[in-house]
């Protein structure tokens, strides 16, 4: 037993050493650029040791509404790939890439989802908040294995490997959350929400939510509509409401009130947590939103 520990031990430098020599291509770190700090953590996941990447908008920020600094023009113009999830989500990415100087690949990692639209004021407007599912994550994944494999030619089988190993996470992801709410009957399955970002998560789930704010945080609820939301949650009795890590939760604290719906918890909905919260990755935020929503639910059937 402790020879093999000795051995492993001495093995194990050398062989980081022997790959580093053997392959020089892949010492230098491909720099990219992601717009929010969810696909800047499945960025990661794919790229691992090759790829340094920095998130635009910082955890538990709004990714709808932000305020470039000089900072971020920097990191955009040192970067070779820059990644936004695209379908409207960054309305200010443009001027950033503009003003930025940014020479590299743009890459829209929702291209190729089966995305779902939605009535918003009288407007047919598609939902940019694909990664509330991990099935459309997979194309993210696609996405992102291919445009780093372009950038970094040299480590595309480390990429390749990468991206396979979180796929199968992935699925197994989409299982875990099949296996909560399948047993759940489909009347009990509805949530109050802060705006419309879980339009994926109630495809694939079966799970109604309702939100005052429509899919994009810059709108504001009219007060007819929030009367008429009111009405609704009364009608279709729903239980138990939750604010967001980016958003105000005044709003939706003020209808619970009007209507008595309890209030579950927050949710992690468009940005991670920091480090020490409960969702500083994607997989921890998509787990930690199934398991607060599955008990809401359980706790009142
Ligand atoms: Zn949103």
């Known amino acids: 037993m402790s020879r093999t520990r000795v051995f492993l031990s001495l093995a194990a430098p050398l062989m980081i050493a022997t790959s580093a020599f053997a392959a020089p291509a892949s010492a230098e770190t ?4 992601a717009s929010f ?13 090759h790829v340094e990447v920095t998130s635009l908008v910082p955890p538990n920020g709004d990714p709808h509404e932000f305020e470039p600094t000089p ?7 040192a970067a070779k790939v820059n990644f936004v999830s695209g379908i409207g989500l960054e309305g200010w990415m443009d001027r950033l890439v503009a003003a930025s100087g940014f020479q590299g690949t743009s890459v829209t990692a929702s291209d190729g989802v089966n995305t779902r639209s939605m009535e918003e004021d009288g407007q047919t407007v598609t939902d940019p908040h ?16 291919k445009a780093l494999s372009a950038a970094d030619p040299a480590d595309a089988a480390d990429f390749k490997a990468n991206a396979e190993a979180y796929q199968k996470k992935l699925d197994a992801m989409n299982a875990y959350a099949h296996s909560k709410f399948d047993t759940i009957a489909e009347t009990q ?8 970002a879980f339009g994926y998560f109630g495809r694939e789930y079966k799970v109604t939510f309702l939100a005052p704010v429509g899919i994009s945080t810059e709108t504001e609820a009219s007060a007819a509509n929030v009367a008429k939301l009111i009405e609704q ?23 619970a009130k009007a209507t008595g719906a309890k209030a579950g918890g927050e949710l992690y909905v ?3 947590s920091d480090g020490r919260g409960p969702a500083s990755t994607y997989e921890k935020m998509f787990r930690y939103n199934v398991d607060q929503i599955a008990a809401a639910m359980a706790k009142s059937s």
């Open 30 to 33: 491909l720099k990219v650029v």
């Open 37 to 49: 700090t969810v696909l800047a953590d499945v960025v990661s996941q794919v790229g691992g040791s």
């Open 71 to 77: 900072t971020d023009a920097k990191h955009l113009k």
């Open 130 to 145: 694909v990664w509330n599912s991990p099935v459309n994550v997979k194309v993210w994944v696609a996405n992102i294995e």
């Open 189 to 196: 399955r509805k949530v109050l929400t802060s705006h419309d």
């Open 233 to 255: 949650i009364k009608a279709e009795k729903v239980k138990t409401y939750f604010f967001e890590n980016s958003n105000d939760p005044r709003l939706v604290k003020q209808i």
């Open 270 to 272: 468009e940005a991670l």
